[in-house]
């Protein structure tokens, strides 16, 4: 079946503009999870939904990231007012409470570069 | 706090010869599950295997095998016959509880390269 998705994969944006990146989690899938990875480092946790419920935002780095899932399914992370230190790739995860393990399945990411 | 470490930044191995990927974490939860993600270029962090703190087993998938050691708090990944396209950055993770709620953290990653 169709894995998550991401979009865009690339994003360049001007220092101060807002940015909407999309993920689309594995059909049935009610949690979802945002990362973001630097160059060269682990991704580290951004924020938490389970359906759409955002039940843990301790991750998000300033008030300039926001993030919704209002109907369950699609996420989108909004990052206002960018700065170059938001350059970053930002994944984004799924998972399902019956899956063993209850493992996290990644899309490929949105990179971000902020010039 | 929960921490994992890699102290590996890079390896390089020959082509058909086994590996095995470091891997300690610190966590004072009874509760926990351990993770390998590769991540190729392309940038996809793709699930290679999983491991729970209460699995009496160590935890295999194909050519991948998880050396969990409990007491010293280690959870290794072995790859057998390595081939060129095992190439690549890997991750060992932490999840401590069994909810799907909670979070994962990372280690800094290890580069693996396979010389053909």
């Known amino acids: 079946g169709a894995g998550v998705s991401q979009s865009p994969r690339y994003k360049v944006a001007k220092r101060g503009q807002d940015v909407a990146l999309r993920c689309d989690p594995i059909?049935?899938?009610?949690?979802l999870f945002w990362y973001q990875q630097a160059l060269g480092q682990g991704p580290e946790f951004l924020t938490y939904f389970q359906n759409e419920a955002q039940l843990d935002k301790s991750g998000l780095p300033s008030d300039r990231f926001f993030a919704e899932r209002p109907e369950g399914s699609v996420s989108t992370l909004k990052i206002q007012r960018t700065q170059q230190e938001d350059s970053a790739v930002y994944l984004c995860?799924?998972?399902?409470?019956?899956?063993?393990?209850?493992?996290?399945?990644f899309g490929p990411g949105t990179r971000l570069t902020v010039l | 706090a929960q921490k994992i470490t890699q102290t590996q930044p890079g390896m390089f191995v020959q082509e058909k010869e086994a590996v095995t990927l470091d891997c300690t974490y610190d966590?004072?939860?009874?509760?926990?599950?351990l993770f390998w993600y590769k991540q190729p270029s392309s940038g996809e962090m793709i699930f290679l295997i999983y491991q729970g703190s209460y699995d009496q087993q160590n935890a295999t998938e194909g050519r991948y095998s998880l050396n969990f050691q409990k007491a010293r708090k280690s959870a290794n990944l072995v790859i057998s016959a390595s081939q060129l396209g095992d190439s690549a950055m890997y991750f060992c993770?932490?999840?401590?509880?069994?909810?799907?709620?909670?979070?994962?953290?990372f280690g800094s990653g290890t580069r693996l390269s396979i010389r053909p």
């Open positions: 993770a932490m999840r401590w509880g069994y909810s799907s709620a909670s979070k994962i953290i």
């Open positions: 059909s049935g899938h009610v949690s």
């Open positions: 966590t004072s939860d009874p509760s926990y599950g």
């Open positions: 995860a799924s998972s399902s409470t019956s899956s063993s393990g209850d493992t996290q399945y």
